[in-house]
């Protein structure tokens, strides 16, 4: 009789159940750790997001304070540096002071455009406007109103506005005249010495509605003079308060309307600092400057002339 044989295929059915049940746990887990890489991946731009949205608010505001000082600067209010002794007694080198540049219409910055005015320029103003002024070859400073020479490096100067559109301008035997007549001048008993110890009386001059104070003439300082020059209209003729030390439209001519930046008007800071850069880097210099160069009485200082 023949022997009865298991069948194998009940083997190899209970073998592959086994390693079926195996494999389950592998699977869940590979499509476990599947899962977790998708969701790290949906959350990488969240982050990412996140991280620039902290960034902007970090920059956003710099940027905004930037762009208004910017804007401030451009049109409504300007700093400038008092470099030499031209507007003495009025201005001392190392004052710094405001200027009004809505007042008289600002110009649109990277444009030849400017803002309505509010008002024209005044005899007797003080204001800031633009030169142009190059060094030729031999070292020589040349200064030059851009409308004559537009090719010139523009450079702000500082003046008093004396002559008008249409007013003739004169000045010889140190005497300023307008329309023919002499500008009066009046003694005050004090005196200045400039840099170079020369002593200089100080004097007050009328400009029709304005006073303020001049140095008058030193023997030794010729100064300047003006043949008769009727002002062009849209110019302005501009003179330093230093009579025998001022280079202005008595050796240039006269300035336009639109390269006049506009009135100074208030003096912030102000100190003797005739320090390099260099020197600046060091604290000591700082110190030195603020304890014994500042001069602390003239911060707040209006500039306005006496009104007659």
Request: charged share 25%.
């Given at each position: 009789m023949?022997?009865?044989?298991r069948p194998?295929?009940k083997?190899g059915?209970?073998?592959?159940k086994?390693?079926g049940a195996?494999?389950?746990?592998?699977n869940?887990?590979?499509r476990?750790?599947?899962?977790?890489?998708?969701?790290?991946e949906?959350?990488?731009?969240e982050v990412?997001a996140?991280?620039?949205?902290?960034?902007?608010?970090q920059?956003a505001?710099?940027?905004v304070?930037?762009?208004?000082?910017?804007?401030?600067r451009?049109v409504?209010v300007?700093s400038?540096?008092?470099?030499?002794e031209s507007?003495?007694?009025?201005?001392?080198?190392?004052?710094?002071v405001?200027v009004?540049?809505?007042?008289y219409?600002?110009?649109?910055?990277?444009?030849?455009?400017h803002?309505p005015?509010v008002r024209?320029?005044?005899r007797g103003?003080i204001v800031?406007?633009?030169l142009g002024r190059?060094?030729?070859?031999?070292?020589k400073?040349?200064?030059?109103?851009?409308h004559r020479?537009?090719?010139?490096?523009?450079e702000?100067?500082?003046?008093r506005?004396?002559?008008l559109p249409?007013?003739?301008?004169?000045y010889?035997g140190?005497?300023?005249?307008l329309?023919g007549?002499?500008?009066a001048?009046?003694?005050t008993g004090?005196e200045?010495?400039?840099?170079?110890?020369?002593s200089f009386p100080?004097?007050?001059?009328?400009?029709?509605?304005?006073r303020?104070?001049?140095l008058?003439?030193?023997?030794?300082l010729p100064?300047?003079?003006?043949?008769?020059?009727?002002v062009?209209e849209g110019?302005?003729?501009m003179?330093?308060?230093n009579?025998d030390?001022?280079?202005?439209s008595r050796a240039?001519g006269t300035v336009?309307?639109e390269?006049l930046?506009?009135?100074?008007?208030?003096?912030?800071w102000s100190?003797?600092?005739q320090?390099?850069?260099a020197a600046?880097?060091?604290?000591?210099?700082?110190?030195?400057?603020l304890?014994g160069?500042?001069?602390?009485d003239?911060?707040?200082?209006?500039?306005?002339?006496?009104?007659?």
């Amino acid at each position: 009789m023949a022997r009865k044989r298991r069948p194998k295929a009940k083997q190899g059915i209970g073998t592959v159940k086994s390693e079926g049940a195996k494999a389950k746990p592998e699977n869940a887990k590979a499509r476990g750790g599947s899962a977790d890489a998708a969701e790290t991946e949906s959350d990488a731009p969240e982050v990412q997001a996140s991280l620039a949205k902290r960034a902007w608010d970090q920059v956003a505001p710099l940027l905004v304070a930037v762009v208004l000082a910017l804007g401030i600067r451009a049109v409504v209010v300007e700093s400038y540096y008092v470099p030499s002794e031209s507007m003495l007694p009025t201005l001392l080198i190392g004052d710094h002071v405001f200027v009004n540049k809505f007042v008289y219409g600002a110009r649109v910055p990277f444009t030849d455009t400017h803002l309505p005015a509010v008002r024209d320029p005044e005899r007797g103003e003080i204001v800031v406007f633009a030169l142009g002024r190059r060094v030729t070859q031999t070292g020589k400073h040349e200064i030059c109103p851009l409308h004559r020479c537009p090719d010139y490096p523009s450079e702000g100067f500082i003046k008093r506005v004396v002559g008008l559109p249409g007013d003739v301008v004169e000045y010889r035997g140190n005497v300023l005249y307008l329309n023919g007549e002499p500008a009066a001048k009046h003694v005050t008993g004090r005196e200045m010495r400039d840099e170079r110890g020369l002593s200089f009386p100080i004097l007050e001059q009328d400009l029709e509605r304005c006073r303020h104070e001049i140095l008058g003439d030193h023997p030794r300082l010729p100064g300047l003079t003006r043949a008769p020059l009727r002002v062009p209209e849209g110019e302005y003729f501009m003179l330093g308060d230093n009579r025998d030390n001022s280079n202005d439209s008595r050796a240039w001519g006269t300035v336009r309307r639109e390269d006049l930046r506009g009135p100074a008007f208030f003096m912030y800071w102000s100190w003797n600092n005739q320090e390099s850069w260099a020197a600046m880097l060091n604290p000591l210099t700082w110190l030195r400057l603020l304890w014994g160069e500042t001069r602390w009485d003239r911060f707040g200082m209006g500039l306005d002339c006496e009104p007659l």
